[in-house]
């Protein structure tokens, strides 16, 4: 009785998993099946394990249906699978390093934080919940990232973007005010690059879908290329990721990064998820892309070491004087 039991709760877990990871998979037409995908990869784990134990007890017919709905949890997942093609032969391409990290707005420690920053010896910043308090990285740093653009939001703190590169000639940087997004146009490796932090929503039933409605323009309308990265609030294979993806024509840089932990309480183990992400346009080259500390905060930083090619047009490497723009909250 109780192998029965047993028997028919695996079985019934494994049509409860399967169903919801085909729901998920609805994710383009449906915003509450796009929150489920979220949990993909939990999904996918724990029908695998089910379908192990199917096999023990000899459930063949049930088992080989579990496989093919964890397949296509699998493949539903593809835009995590690492994609460096290019690691470590860049040739003659220019390297630079770009961080990304919610500061968190409890951030306590700027100073460990600025530390990170420099010891990683990055050319670009990407940082969200930057406020009064937070903010002080951004002073900490502006002697070393003179070129800099913050924006406020209608969240935790606002966005912000350093650079130790020169900002390019022209309209160099942007803002839209309370939506979560500031760019700055940079010259890096002889060529203009447009770099954007983006710090979205919790997903349906919150405001996310809302959000990337009136964000699409405003990203559609960045100068290209565009190296974009930001706390997502997203997994990397969410329609939330390719619809901000589509708008700035860039794919994610492969690889589960698990930079967030969701807790429910004390007793019960984190969630870990991967919804802090660096996108890229075609021609960018992902030589490294990592999981790093966050000083202070309750996310991890990414660490992406890019190639760029070199531009042969003489007008994108014009570069303006030293500029500074801050507005946080």
């Given amino acids: 009785m109780p192998v029965n039991f047993f028997k028919a709760n695996i079985s019934n877990a494994a049509i409860l998993t399967g169903i919801l990871i085909l729901f998920s998979m609805l994710a383009p037409w449906l915003p509450l099946a796009d929150s489920v995908g979220h949990f993909r990869l939990y999904l996918t784990a724990f029908l695998l394990l089910a379908t192990f134990l199917l096999v023990c007890f000899r459930e063949w017919r049930k088992a080989v249906l579990a496989t093919a709905v964890s397949a296509v949890g699998v493949y539903g997942m593809a835009a995590a699978f690492p994609n460096f093609d290019g690691r470590g032969t860049a040739g003659d391409m220019a390297e630079i390093t770009a961080v990304q990290l919610n500061l968190s707005f409890r951030n306590t420690t700027p100073e460990a934080v600025a530390a990170f920053v420099r010891a990683e010896h990055a050319d670009v910043v990407a940082l969200q919940e930057v406020t009064n308090k937070t903010g002080r990285v951004l002073e900490l740093l502006v002697k070393d990232y003179p070129f800099q653009v913050s924006c406020r939001f209608k969240g935790a703190g606002g966005v912000a973007v350093l650079s130790r590169l020169p900002k390019?000639?022209?309209?160099?940087?942007?803002?839209?005010?309370?939506?979560?997004?500031?760019?700055?146009?940079?010259?890096?490796?002889?060529?203009?690059?447009?770099?954007?932090?983006?710090?979205?929503?919790?997903?349906?039933?919150f405001k996310q879908g809302r959000q990337i409605d009136r964000l699409e323009k405003h990203l559609k309308d960045i100068p290209r290329p565009v190296i974009l990265a930001g706390d997502f609030n997203a997994a990397p294979w969410s329609q939330a990721v390719n619809r901000i993806a589509t708008a700035t024509e860039t794919a994610i840089a492969g690889g589960?990064?698990?930079?967030?932990?969701?807790?429910?309480?004390?007793?019960?183990?984190?969630?870990?998820?991967?919804?802090?992400?660096?996108?890229?346009?075609?021609?960018i080259v992902a030589l490294d892309v990592r999981l790093g500390p966050g000083p202070g905060s309750d996310h991890r930083s990414i660490i992406a070491k890019l190639a760029l090619p070199e531009s042969s047009s003489s007008a994108q490497v014009s570069a303006q004087p030293r500029a500074e723009t801050r507005a946080v909250n």
């Fill in 256 to 283: 589960l990064r698990l930079s967030f932990d969701i807790r429910v309480n004390r007793w019960v183990p984190p969630i870990a998820m991967p919804i802090d992400h660096v996108l890229l346009p075609e021609g």
């Fill in 168 to 205: 390019a000639s022209g309209v160099a940087q942007g803002c839209v005010e309370g939506q979560g997004m500031a760019w700055l146009r940079v010259v890096a490796g002889g060529r203009a690059v447009s770099v954007a932090s983006l710090h979205l929503h919790w997903p349906y039933p």
